[in-house]
């Protein structure tokens, strides 16, 4: 089963500054528009290719959700040269190791090889662009795997259902309103034409990225990207609603039961601007700062000092329209979840009205140094960084530069921030309970 991946912010602790080696890439594009972008590391064998699609959960019709996520499924089940059930074993057989995953905004395919196996895996990611088969048989067989992740994941996992929860309640109109996900019952009433018409209209070279990270050689790589992918038709320019939420002015009140939990929750969501606006780069820092890792502020007075929660909850979630902030908490004795929003309301007001301490601020900056770092040690990072920076911020470089973002935010700017975008009239507050048992 590939995974189904939304990220959480996973920050790294630690107080020594790091600095990080130039990423050198080369981009361009062929005739049919695929942007290519290719990053050389001789240092070890190791390559990866990947392609990212700029098709997410938000570009699926209302109708019919879900299914940018079942393609990710769906993509795996053969083309015209590969039988289905082939894809991991050709993988496998080549030393190599490949999954995906599917977010709002896009959708990534990807492989590591051995780099004497760069060519296999170009082959594979054209193929699955050029020669999908879209079937009545893998079509069926990937209903069934997203039964059982939905089960496993959502319906009967503890919190499972609180990402969809927020969703719904912090968007009206934008298509980030429905869970990645999205819905069995629209996968299980869609036709065969459905599914084809999908692919075609996402599944084409012009709407997507490749990149080729590792060891490889330059003029050799680039034939080969010519040959497998060049002669892939263009497909028609993607239309994409641009769908306005009006601001939230009054707080949205939600409760929602979970059978699977016996500790409620509670979680308050924030609106915030899309992951390539600066102020959405202040928002992470807030984030980190309030509510990330055993060393946030939030952390060490709920759980460690006042012990009033079982656990703090943080889930940055960035997107190219919108972003958000959710935080929250589980707790625990006889704390109540109105208590933990009172202790979490405390700290976000006195983040508004006082600049953070200079110890706390360059504790961030560390922070954030080992975590870009990190994200960018393996050429595996790297590719995906390379693709997402392309895509959804439309600037590569910040591969290179994304750090110089965060070193010039000024404790000053992190209080703005908080002021403008921590409202409590402009959140969402979900009351995530155990379901009600009946009485009789």
Do not use: C
């Not at 299914?67 to 894809?87: V, Y």
């Not at 641009?242 to 009054?250: A, C, D």
């Not at 920076?389 to 530069?401: A, G, P």
Request: glycine share 6%.
């Amino acid at each position: 089963m590939k995974k189904h991946l939304f990220s959480a912010f996973t920050m790294l602790f630690g107080v020594v500054l790091l600095s990080a080696q130039e990423v050198v890439f080369e981009e361009y594009d062929l005739d049919n528009g695929l942007h290519v972008i290719l990053h050389q590391d001789n240092s070890a064998p190791v390559v990866t290719t990947s392609v990212m699609y700029h098709v997410g959960s938000k570009d699926e019709d209302p109708d019919k959700t879900g299914f940018a996520h079942f393609f990710e499924h769906l993509l795996f089940e053969g083309t015209k040269n590969i039988e289905r059930g082939e894809w991991d074993q050709i993988t496998a057989a080549n030393g190599g190791r490949n999954n995906a995953n599917t977010f709002l905004d896009r959708t990534y395919y990807y492989e590591v090889f051995p780099s004497n196996s760069l060519e296999v895996g170009l082959w594979l990611e054209s193929e699955r662009l050029m020669h999908p088969i879209i079937g009545q048989v893998g079509v069926d067989t990937q209903k069934e795997v997203v039964q059982e992740e939905r089960r496993l994941r959502v319906d009967n996992s503890p919190y499972g259902a609180f990402f969809n929860e927020i969703l719904k309640n912090l968007y009206t109109e934008h298509p980030y309103r429905w869970g990645v996900i999205g819905s069995l019952e629209h996968l299980a009433s869609a036709t065969l034409d459905d599914f084809k018409k999908f692919n075609k209209t996402y599944y084409v070279p012009n709407n997507a990225v490749l990149v080729v990270a590792g060891d490889f050689e330059t003029a050799k790589t680039k034939k080969m990207i010519e040959d497998y992918f060049g002669p892939i038709p263009r497909g028609a320019e993607i239309q994409r609603p641009n769908v306005k939420e009006e601001p939230i002015t009054k707080t949205v009140f939600a409760k929602y039961h979970d059978p699977n939990i016996q500790i409620p929750a509670i979680l308050l969501a924030y609106r915030t601007p899309g992951q390539g606006q600066r102020d959405s780069y202040v928002i992470n820092m807030i984030s980190t700062y309030l509510s990330s890792g055993e060393s946030s502020k939030l952390y060490k007075k709920l759980v460690d000092e006042k012990k009033m929660a079982l656990q703090i909850l943080s889930v940055p979630i960035d997107a190219e329209d919108y972003s958000s902030y959710i935080v929250g908490g589980l707790p625990v004795g006889d704390n109540s979840i109105q208590d933990i929003k009172k202790e979490i309301d405390e700290e976000i007001l006195k983040l508004q009205m006082e600049l953070i301490s200079e110890k706390d601020y360059q504790k961030l900056q560390n922070k954030f140094e080992n975590q870009f770092v990190n994200a960018n040690s393996g050429v595996e990072g790297i590719a995906n960084s390379l693709a997402e920076n392309y895509m959804l911020k439309d600037d590569t470089n910040l591969i290179n530069t994304e750090i110089d973002i965060y070193r010039s935010i000024t404790r000053e700017e992190i209080m703005e921030v908080a002021k403008k975008y921590l409202k409590v009239n402009q959140r969402i507050e979900l009351e995530y309970l155990p379901e009600q048992k009946d009485a009789n």
